[in-house]
């Protein structure tokens, strides 16, 4: 067990360190994300305007759950995990972890990790200059249960988009291309993922929908817990659904790894 927890640390580590390299790449991100904090401070405002609330809660609560949503996509979204994947499958670099006792998906996780807390930390610095302006602008609710439930929520967030980013780019055993997948996917989660505008704000019968698809526990719902959109009880049943799309997810991941090696290795790659 300790042997196989210190592989992953290294990878970890290895991760964290490239991570770093590029936290320059990571912090103009961050500072350019503030301009679309802007614009969503400006379009909501004008939605507010003449009216006190709007799907039951006010302009505060509403520019607060986009404030975290930023934060969030730092901390727990894959960016080009995908890519990643895929272009170690094309270029043959897989076949070192086919002849060493490493798990695949485990060295991919860690390098994940290492690369969201380089990501999130760099988002901070902008974010906590920006603070004392639109500090008056934001409202998060007390209940002391909502951390509790977040932190687990979170977890799996980051574990779900991790393993959708994993199944596209596992799709290069079929595909040269995965380019369009991820487009796709992409906007989905926006829509669908609560990136565009709050899910509860949509017809009761499709926000009901989405609460069974994978998207709505990516951004949407660990950001709901944390800005006070949902209720206790609506946060223990959300976990139950986000732990049953992570353990499918995670089978999905093993079935197209294992397929995709016999083809693979049935080509000679």
Known sequence: MRAAFEKYRQA????????IVYRWNFAVRGFFSLFHLAVVFILWGAAFAGTDSIGGFDLRQTLTYFVTLLVLQ?????????????????????NQFLLKPINYFLYRFSIFVAA???????????????????HDSLSFPSEPWRLGVALPALAMSALIQFSI???????TFWFLEIQ?????SMAVEAVLGGQIFPLDLMPEPIFRAAQYL??????????????????????LQGLAIQAVWVAVLLVANQILWARGLRRHTAVGG
């Open 12 to 19: 970890f580590l290895v991760g964290l360190q490239s991570n």
């Open 74 to 94: 730092f901390f727990i979204s894959a960016f080009n995990e995908d890519y990643q994947i895929s272009e170690e499958i094309r270029n043959g670099l897989i």
């Open 116 to 134: 969201r807390l380089v990501s999130g930390a760099l988002i901070l610095l902008p974010l906590i200059g920006a603070l004392p302006v639109i």
């Open 165 to 171: 980013a994993y199944c596209f780019g596992m799709l």
């Open 180 to 184: 369009g997948f991820v487009i796709l």
């Open 214 to 235: 994978p998207f709505y526990y990516q951004m949407y719902f660990p950001g709901a817990i944390l800005t006070g959109r949902l209720g206790l009880a609506d946060a």
